[in-house]
């Protein structure tokens, strides 16, 4: 992860304060931060390099989870799955990413599941 994220700075120049707020799971107010998620998504497979979804990986990534817990891995699929079809799009990749970790922080608070990490 140390590796991802110090690729992501170096590509978005996300600040200390935009790392800060991801690390607290908060969506960053700048739009380097909201780059930042975005860069992750692209490298966890969630978009693509133009901002479009990428469901079926997405959903691959999480399949090692269902053999420890298949509870926590149903409900993060269906926050995928919830969030994929509701978050507003948006022409900006990055915008549209935080969008989509908007709604991830949402679905997850509303079904009594944190996230401990951002994906």
């Not at 079926?56 to 919830?82: G, H």
Request: glycine fraction near 2%; charged fraction near 30%; hydrophobic fraction near 35%.
């Amino acid at each position: 992860m140390k590796k991802v994220s110090d690729e992501c700075v170096a590509e978005t120049q996300a600040t200390r304060d935009d790392i800060r707020k991801l690390l607290n799971r908060k969506i960053p107010d700048s739009h380097e931060g909201k780059c930042m998620i975005f860069c992750f998504h692209k490298y966890f497979h969630i978009q693509n390099d133009d901002g479009s979804l990428n469901k079926m990986d997405a959903i691959s990534l999480l399949e090692p989870i269902k053999q420890f817990n298949r509870d926590i891995y149903n409900k993060v699929v269906k926050i995928v799955n919830t969030c994929f079809d509701t978050a507003e799009n948006n022409d900006d990749s990055c915008i549209y990413a935080s969008n989509l970790a908007e709604c991830a922080i949402s679905e997850s608070k509303s079904m009594g599941f944190i996230l401990n990490r951002w994906v």
